[in-house]
């Protein structure tokens, strides 16, 4: 089993920046496509990113291109997320993914992920 912990959500200024951690524990998921989603109150929940288990490819929500960045240290099994440029609508409770299939090609939406961490508030002011 696959424990999933995030880190590093609050409150932030609208043009702000946080950067989210996701520590893995229990088994190494260096070979996993890891992902992050969000959910905001009264929505669904969202894709957001993925990286490969090489970190090699990276995917994005087009809501999110190019102010956020996500990245994995796999010698330290966490994955990353360094969000810029923050925006009221980026208001969400962020979840750290996992995909244990190592053979299926990296998917945007969160049946597949098969390991979920219990969320991280992040909340922007405008």
């Known amino acids: 089993q696959v424990q999933l912990v995030e880190s590093g959500g609050g409150l932030v200024q609208a043009g702000g920046s946080l950067r989210l951690s996701c520590a893995a524990s229990g088994r190494s998921t260096s070979s996993y496509t890891m992902a992050w989603f969000r959910q905001a109150p009264g929505k669904e929940r969202e894709f957001v990113a993925a990286?490969?288990?090489?970190?090699?490819?990276?995917y994005y929500a087009d809501s999110v291109k190019g102010r956020f960045t996500i990245s994995r240290d796999n010698a330290k099994n966490t994955v990353y997320l360094q969000m810029n440029s923050l925006k009221p609508e980026d208001t969400a409770v962020y979840y750290c993914?996992?995909?244990?299939?190592?053979?299926?090609?990296?998917?945007?939406?969160?049946?597949?992920?098969?390991?979920w961490g219990q969320g991280t508030q992040v909340t922007v002011s405008s």
């Open positions: 993914a996992a995909d244990s299939a190592t053979w299926r090609v990296v998917v945007t939406t969160s049946g597949p992920y098969d390991y």
């Open positions: 990286i490969t288990w090489s970190g090699g490819s990276t």
